[in-house]
């Protein structure tokens, strides 16, 4: 059973900066997509970013040059660091994992708040 754990969110002010962690019980090495989604109050799960094997990245358009995923597959992690953070970055950001060689493709964490005060 794989288990992705998140860690590092919070509450900042409106500008500041955080880093999202998340740690997988397995490793990582196998996935073909690693990334960030996050859902604010009365909205739908949205994609954040997400990194390929290949190291490939993706954003959406309204966290881009301000947000970076990266993995480090030797600790079985990804990363979101964020940096110029809005209030409407506010929500649960919740880590993503597609396995393509398991039975069980696709894995979530539980999630971790951000809260970006104005």
């Known amino acids: 059973q794989v288990q992705l754990v998140e860690s590092g969110g919070g509450l900042v002010q409106a500008g500041g900066s955080l880093r999202l962690s998340c740690a997988a019980s397995?490793?990582?090495?196998?996935?073909?997509?690693m990334g960030w989604y996050r859902q604010a109050p009365g909205k739908q799960r949205e994609l954040v970013a997400r990194v390929t094997r290949d190291g490939n990245t993706n954003y959406a358009n309204s966290v881009k040059g301000r947000f970076t995923i990266s993995r480090d597959n030797a600790k079985n992690t990804v990363y979101l660091q964020m940096n110029g953070l809005k209030p409407e970055d506010t929500a649960v950001y919740y880590c993503y994992a597609n396995f393509p060689s398991l039975t069980l493709r696709e894995y979530w964490g539980q999630g971790t708040q951000v809260t970006v005060s104005s």
């Open positions: 397995v490793s990582i090495i196998s996935t073909n997509i």
